[in-house]
């Protein structure tokens, strides 16, 4: 099992920066992956923002490509996402996600959210 706890998210103006934290329950070097994921107002669909794979590649969504950056902490079991250059349409919730193969089988994690808003 895993249990992951977002923190960072609030109110910024736009071309503004927030820093958000996702902490694992246990060891993030046995996840096969963590990322970040965001569902905006009115979409029925989370979509990938960033994420870092356990060889330590990245993957970004074309929207967030050179404005977020990801990355983790083994020793402090944490991935970040610093937002920069943020605007309206990044207003979100954001979820931490996690995953995890066992047995031959991917289990997916996911933390609470965190509101992410951008004022224009």
């Known amino acids: 099992q895993v249990q992951l706890v977002e923190s960072g998210g609030g109110l910024v103006q736009a071309g503004g920066s927030l820093r958000l934290s996702c902490a694992s329950s246990?060891?993030?070097?046995?996840?096969?992956?963590m990322g970040w994921y965001r569902q905006a107002p009115g979409k029925q669909q989370r979509e990938l923002v960033a994420?870092?794979?356990?060889?330590?590649?990245?993957n970004y969504a074309d929207s967030t490509k050179g404005r977020f950056t990801i990355s983790r902490d083994n020793a402090k079991n944490t991935v970040d996402l610093q937002m920069n250059s943020l605007q309206p349409t990044d207003t979100a919730v954001y979820y931490c996600?996690?995953?995890?193969?066992?047995?031959?089988?991917?289990?997916?994690?996911w933390g609470q959210g965190t509101q992410v808003t951008v004022s224009s």
């Open positions: 996600n996690a995953m995890l193969m066992r047995y031959g089988q991917i289990n997916t994690y």
């Open positions: 246990g060891s993030i070097r046995r996840l096969n992956a």
């Open positions: 994420r870092i794979i356990s060889d330590g590649s990245r």
